[in-house]
C-alpha cells in the first residue's frame, strides 16, 4: 500500500490500494483525510504528476465522497482508464474533448448514483452506465471483537448481490480472521420495495436492519429504481 500526499490540495490524498470485493489493479482513489472538513475539495494535474504514481499503470479510478470538483486534464492523464467510479459529491464532470475522446476510444463503463454527473455523461457519449454499490450496514460484536459489513453491488453481465464481508480477531493479536459471502438477488428485487424502511424489513437479515432503513442513498436508489420500473 502506498499514499502519495498532494502538495497543491489540503485534505487530499492518492491510495494506491483499495480492498473492495471487485478491484482491478491500480486503483486510485481521492478522498478526505478529515471526515469533518466542510469545505469542498478539488484535484487538479499538479496533484498527480507530483507524485510518483505511473498513471498508464491505472484501469480504474475512484473519486470518493468529498470530492466535488476534478479539474480539466486530471482524467486524460489515465490513457488505459477502463472504469469510471464516482461517488456521490462531485457536481460535474467536466468532458473535455480529450477526454470525451478518451472515454469513447477505451469505451470506458462509467458507475455512479442514478441521474449523477457519471450516468448523465454516459447517455451523452453512449457509454454503459452500471448503479455504484451502496454500503448499507455494519454489525459489530464487541464482545468478540467482530464486524459484518453488508453492501448491495451491482456488477456488469451479473445479477445485483448481496456482499458481506466478515471479521473476526484471531488468536494473536493484530491476527484478523474472517471471510465474505456473496448472495444473489433477482433482476427486479427492488419492485414494490420503494423505501429503505420497506427493504430493511423484507429483505435485509436482522443484524443489519436497523441501520438499513436510515441509509438514505439506498432510499433514493430504490425510488428511482422503481419510478424507472414504472414507466
Not at 27 to 47: G, I, T, Y
Not at 110 to 117: A, I, V
Not at 158 to 186: H, Y
Not at 203 to 222: H, M, P, Y
Request: hydrophobic fraction near 35%.
Amino acid at each position: 500500500m502506498a499514499v502519495f500526499y498532494s502538495k497543491y490540495n489540503d485534505n487530499v490524498f492518492f491510495d494506491e490500494y483499495n480492498p473492495g470485493p471487485y478491484t482491478l489493479y491500480g486503483h486510485n482513489l481521492f478522498f478526505r483525510r478529515s471526515w469533518d472538513c466542510k469545505r469542498p475539495m478539488s484535484v487538479c494535474v499538479e496533484d498527480i504528476q507530483s507524485t510518483n504514481l505511473k498513471p498508464e499503470e491505472y484501469f480504474t479510478l475512484v473519486i470518493t465522497e468529498g470530492i466535488s470538483q476534478v479539474r480539466p486534464g486530471v482524467l486524460e492523464l489515465f490513457p488505459n482508464l477502463q472504469d469510471l467510479i464516482v461517488e456521490s459529491d462531485l457536481k460535474k464532470i467536466e468532458c473535455t474533448p480529450e477526454l470525451e475522446a478518451l472515454l469513447k476510444k477505451n469505451n470506458v463503463v462509467l458507475r455512479g448514483s442514478y441521474n449523477s454527473p457519471a450516468e448523465k455523461l454516459a447517455q451523452r457519449l453512449g457509454l454503459r452506465f452500471i448503479h455504484k454499490n451502496i454500503f448499507l450496514a455494519i454489525y459489530i460484536n464487541r464482545e468478540y471483537h467482530e464486524s459484518s459489513e453488508l453492501s448491495l453491488c451491482f456488477q456488469e453481465g451479473e445479477p445485483p448481490f448481496f456482499w458481506r464481508d466478515d471479521k473476526t480477531q484471531g488468536i494473536s493479536a493484530g491476527n484478523t480472521g474472517g471471510g465474505t459471502v456473496r448472495t444473489d438477488l433477482d433482476e427486479d428485487f427492488y419492485v414494490g420495495c420503494e423505501t429503505a424502511e420497506a427493504f430493511a424489513d423484507e429483505i435485509v437479515g436482522r443484524a443489519f436492519e436497523e441501520q438499513t432503513r436510515k441509509n438514505k442513498e439506498l432510499d433514493a436508489f430504490l425510488a428511482e429504481a422503481n419510478r424507472r420500473h414504472k414507466k
